[in-house]
């Protein structure tokens, strides 16, 4: 069985094509950071104009590398939520057509979902159930993961999401976009302990919530001061320049990993998987390791490769297809957080 994935939910255009034992026959992945550097941040409008022109070629060249044709598919598998909604209508649109014009069944996929799932790809073996954590620009989010098609969301960002708050703080140190690997290479040699930044709701045990605008904030006082927004007559030396950065990445791994051993305890699951674009920070793979080591944990992170968006993740397509689970033609995108979904 042959599917073939899409991914539009943000600013990479992605397809891939896998198979029903998770085998990989073609990946592409269009990132379109050149296009949103310059705003420090991705553009919508942008990134939707930049979905319509490339999806196509994308797909093509996902197939070539597969060695199919569309006629050899026996799916098409698409992200329907969350995301930007012009990014998302993109890739439904390229997907519903293709399911029109060849009849096939259409498979909806969850993009918080199918950054777990990355984990159950690279593992090859079952990885549920587990405490799932995504960790990406967008989203915050722990999950009980009680199967492939089982998540309930048991905490997550009630402000920026983790990532986020890496291109908010990278931009205010003057480092590129995407902030998340500027951050990491600039925190190389840095003293995490140089800089006293809070870790918001850590102490709170009875949530698995997080918060990292007030991190941001810390961040800022120390480069500008209450009240000011100014950064462009700032100047840190090198040294301090690593020290903040070493810092700032300290206090979100502290978080990150807090809250998903909270998890762990709480809901007396032995396994954690963790996915999204911060998960390929080598900090917090690093501590996450170590943490589970001591606590007895089985660990998958996804691939670094796949952390950020893809379409491989979408491969959780797989177990919706097995369990019969196709949408009509009529599916639409849902570019908001459902709280709980499965
Ligand atoms: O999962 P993703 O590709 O897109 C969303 O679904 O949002 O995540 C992108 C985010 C960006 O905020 C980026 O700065 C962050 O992941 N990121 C990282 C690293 N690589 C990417 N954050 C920390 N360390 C990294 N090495
Ligand atoms: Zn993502």
Do not use: W
């Amino acid at each position: 069985m042959k599917i073939l994935t899409l991914e539009t939910s943000c600013d990479e255009t992605a397809a891939a094509v896998v198979t029903d034992t998770l085998d990989v026959l073609g990946s592409v992945v269009a990132s379109q950071d050149d296009l949103h550097r310059r705003f420090g941040g991705v553009v919508p409008e942008i990134a939707s104009r930049a979905h319509v022109e490339r999806i196509m070629p994308v797909v093509d060249e996902a197939l070539r590398q597969a060695g199919v044709s569309l006629d050899d598919l026996d799916a098409v598998a698409v992200v329907n939520t969350p995301g930007l909604a012009g990014s998302l209508l993109v890739g439904l649109v390229a997907a519903k057509t293709l399911c029109a014009a060849k009849n096939l069944p259409l498979i909806a996929v969850n993009h918080l979902q199918a950054h777990v799932y990355a984990c159950r790809m690279a593992s090859g073996r079952e990885v549920f159930p587990c405490v799932g954590l995504v960790a990406s620009g967008g989203h915050t989010n722990l999950y009980r993961c009680a199967g492939p098609l089982e998540f309930e969301l048991l905490g997550a960002t009630i402000d920026d999401a983790a990532g986020e708050a890496f291109d908010k703080v990278a931009a205010m140190l003057g480092l590129p976009y995407p902030g998340g690997p500027a951050i990491a290479e600039a925190a190389r040699g840095g003293n995490r302990r140089a800089y006293a930044l809070p870790r918001a709701l850590v102490q709170d045990e009875d949530r698995f919530d997080f918060s990292f605008s007030g991190l941001k904030t810390a961040v800022r006082y120390q480069l500008v001061g209450p009240g000011k927004s100014d950064f462009g007559d700032v100047r840190l030396s090198p040294r301090q320049l690593a020290d903040l950065a070493a810092s700032f990445e300290e206090a979100v791994v502290d978080c990150l990993v807090a809250k998903a051993f909270l998890c762990l305890r709480r809901t007396g699951l032995t396994t954690l998987c963790v996915g999204g674009g911060v998960a390929a920070n080598r900090r917090l793979r690093e501590r996450l390791e170590a943490e589970s080591q001591r606590e007895g944990i089985t660990l998958y992170v996804a691939l670094p490769l796949l952390c950020t968006d893809n379409a491989v993740m979408g491969a959780i397509a797989v177990e919706r297809f097995r369990a019969g689970r196709f949408e009509n033609l009529d599916l639409d995108i849902v570019p908001g957080v459902v709280r709980t979904s499965s």
